[in-house]
């Protein structure tokens, strides 16, 4: 029901779009009425006969000259609302700041406040939208303003709503305060449709829910027919999400007349694509090629994305089904690059909101910090008169929250130090783990490569180490493995790479060795490895032993990828030989054919 959410984060403003016609001046014939009257109509004409609210401005700024400085105020708000109905929001932006930082006036800095945060939204300015959000929701509580209170919850409404937040929960609580607090029609309409789309966008209401009569019902009672218009293309996209399309064409164009007489883009636009939508679920392609046509014609620059997304959709969908090959396929390109923009802004906004929710964490954490500061202050002011004891105290105190921070501030530093640990080294032997000694491994031999050094790889798998898990549990096997380490490490150059490639398997890097050196080096470990008693538990002493398989760069090729391939085929080739033994990249084994040869050869 994306398409729904989005007409609905459209529409629900007080302050409705309307189309460009021309303004026209009226100029009553007997008495002019007076500027307060004249800024009271425009107030009622803005959201249900633009033609009418476009002439009201006209004759407000030709008494310019007569205009109190806070009616100056007001009339920048109504011109800021008119350049935001045309989608002009750089011309409208700077004006509506201007009245949030300069006018003084509480009610109209809110209400510049809830349209700058509707425009930033319209322009894919998320973080101003939601920066600006949150500071709307926190001043609300302070406006006294009935207007500007409608206004600015009515954008909190719909933020709250939008699938980037997804909190409908508190959307429903807003909505039914509003209703609760401001009895007018425009605030119960608003707060109607608020509590409706909530509810349809938490998936607890259907279509055939009375809910929908009662909102729309409500919002034209108040003279806010965009507002009724939303509400009944929501429910239309609930009818077809339902699979009862039929019904939603019949609504749809039994609703039609009210749309167009509105004369608002998109929804007009918004009209013709579900009805596209519904006639392709029922497999009427022609019918639905039609209106998914009218609503690319229909739909220009500042269109919303999913209307064009949606029209596209159900064109290459209509002549796939129609078995027209080319054009679906045209179509379907249009569609798949539009689908990528609403899923990049989808992104933008969801990180836009994480971003905002994060910062005012942090503020808070600042203000929480700077809040506890200024105590401490007053608390000093107040114990600078008292005895040495109290001083004492103060000033402890003072230690103990500094220690506190620092405390933090090491924890906060050693849990750092700890997940990059985790995120490098092996947690049970300390040495690196697979992916941390590829991607060491790998920066290593292209610094190689370029000094043109070589260097060998050994991988060594410890033998029969199944048994040891089976006969004596896996913390015998733990134990095995730390040792093996142990082992090998006192072996290892200091420029040799260590890591556990998984289980009982490690591997060896030696940056500038040469095969005789690798070959040395495994055998030196093969032997240690041999000689090493292990207490596995009580009374229990073992022996291990390892098979090693040697590559060097130079006959392997200097890639990670070619020094693992040739080392683990030279592994398996200890391990069929009989194991305890080294093998290299070439088909001579480096030890003797059976065990006691091995030990002969560590003991000589």
Excluded at 150 to 171: F, K, S, T
Excluded at 308 to 333: D, I, N, R
Excluded at 437 to 464: N, P, Y
Aim: aromatic share 6%.
């Amino acid at each position: 029901m994306e398409h729904g959410t989005l007409i609905c984060l459209a529409g629900m403003i007080l302050a409705t779009v309307a189309p460009n016609v021309r303004a026209h001046s009226a100029a009553p014939a007997i008495a002019a009425p007076s500027v307060a009257v004249l800024l009271a109509r425009a107030e009622g004409a803005k959201s249900n006969d633009q033609d009418r609210y476009r002439s009201i401005l006209v004759q407000l700024h030709e008494r310019g000259a007569s205009l109190s400085v806070a009616q100056r105020w007001h009339l920048r708000l109504l011109d800021a609302q008119q350049l935001s109905f045309d989608g002009n929001y750089g011309k409208a932006d700077p004006l509506l700041y201007d009245i949030v930082d300069h006018s003084g006036d509480q009610a109209l800095s809110i209400r510049a406040m809830a349209r700058l945060v509707q425009n930033k939204f319209n322009s894919h300015h998320y973080v101003d939208a939601y920066t600006l959000a949150n500071t709307l929701m926190a001043e609300l509580p302070k406006v006294a303003d009935p207007t500007a209170r409608l206004e600015g919850m009515d954008r909190v409404i719909i933020m709250l709503n939008g699938a980037a937040v997804g909190q409908y929960e508190l959307a429903l609580q807003y909505a039914r305060e509003m209703k609760a607090t401001l009895p007018s029609a425009a605030a119960q309409c608003i707060a109607e449709m608020g509590e409706t789309n909530s509810l349809l966008y938490e998936g607890k209401l259907l279509s055939t829910n009375p809910r929908f009569r009662q909102a729309i019902d409500t919002c034209l009672a108040a003279k806010h027919p965009l507002s009724a218009d939303s509400l009944r293309l929501n429910q239309a996209s609930a009818m077809i999400d339902e699979g009862r399309a039929k019904r939603a064409i019949a609504f749809l164009h039994r609703i039609a007349p009210a749309i167009r007489k509105n004369r608002y883009p998109p929804y007009l636009a918004s009209l013709q694509v579900t009805l596209a939508q519904a006639y392709l679920s029922l497999g009427d392609a022609a019918n639905a090629r039609k209106f998914a046509l009218t609503t690319t014609v229909m739909s220009g620059a500042n269109s919303t994305l999913w209307i064009l997304q949606a029209a596209y959709e159900v064109l290459y969908k209509a002549e796939k089904m129609s078995g027209h090959a080319a054009a679906a396929l045209a179509y379907y390109e249009k569609y798949v690059a539009l689908d990528k923009a609403a899923v990049d802004h989808a992104k933008a906004r969801a990180l836009a909101y994480q971003m905002v929710k994060q910062q005012v964490q942090s503020k808070k954490l600042k203000l929480d910090a700077l809040d506890k500061q200024n105590r401490i202050l007053q608390l000093r002011h107040a114990l600078a008169v008292q005895s040495q004891k109290a001083s004492r105290l103060y000033i402890a105190l003072l230690l103990v929250v500094i220690a506190f921070i620092a405390m933090a501030m090491f924890w906060l530093r050693r849990s750092q130090l700890r997940f990059r640990k985790m995120a490098r080294y092996d947690g049970l032997t300390g040495v690196f783990n697979r992916e941390h000694f590829f991607e060491e491994a790998g920066h290593a031999l292209r610094r190689l490569h370029r000094a043109k050094a070589g260097a060998c790889l050994v991988i060594l798998d410890l033998d029969h180490f199944k048994r040891v898990n089976d006969s004596y549990g896996h913390v015998a096997g733990d134990v095995v493995l730390r040792q093996t380490v142990a082992v090998c490490l006192r072996e290892l150059r200091k420029s040799d790479m260590f890591g556990r490639l998984g289980g009982e398997e490690f591997g060896i890097l030696m940056p500038v060795a040469s095969r005789e050196q690798g070959v040395e080096i495994a055998s030196r470990i093969r032997c240690a490895l041999a000689a090493e008693p292990m207490v596995v538990k009580a009374g229990i002493t073992i022996t291990v032993s390892a098979s090693f398989g040697v590559a060097w760069s130079a006959d392997s090729g200097r890639t990670l990828r070619d020094l693992l391939i040739d080392a683990d085929a030279a592994l398996y080739r200890a391990k069929d030989g009989g194991r305890n033994r080294v093998a290299v990249d070439t088909r001579a084994d480096l030890l003797p054919e059976d065990p006691e040869d091995a030990l002969r050869t560590c003991n000589a």
